[in-house]
């Protein structure tokens, strides 16, 4: 049964991040960061629920947008295809379905 879900493509993988989610949550309670870490995200939903002066769903909205677009440009930087860009003009014939197209 366990290998059978753990061979499920998405199964192993809620299962792995809930090992290292509870694997890192033992490691900060021994470590003794319990206290930091629950400071910290007091700090961050005290900032959820702070008054300010532009709308926190645009500020969201703007938050997601803005890392959205960092990981695209991160993409663009570090990412290299493997295939030529010309790679259309030497393309001869392809298998579809058993079907060979020139």
Same mark, same amino acid.
């Given at each position: 049964? =366990?290998?059978k879900i753990w061979h499920d493509p998405v199964l192993s993988k809620v299962i792995s991040s809930i090992i290292i989610f509870l694997g890192s949550l033992i490691?900060?309670?021994l470590v003794g960061l319990w206290s930091i870490l629950g400071s910290f995200l007091q700090? =961050?939903?005290s900032l959820a629920v702070t008054k300010s002066n532009i709308q926190n769903w645009l500020l969201a909205f703007l938050g997601i947008l803005t890392?959205?677009?960092l990981c695209d440009v991160f993409k663009k930087l570090f990412y290299r295809p493997t295939r030529p860009r010309d790679a259309f003009r030497s393309y001869r014939?392809?298998?579809i379905d058993s079907i060979?197209?020139?």
């Open positions: 049964m =366990i290998k490691i900060f309670y700090q =961050i939903s890392i959205w677009k014939k392809d298998k060979v197209w020139r």
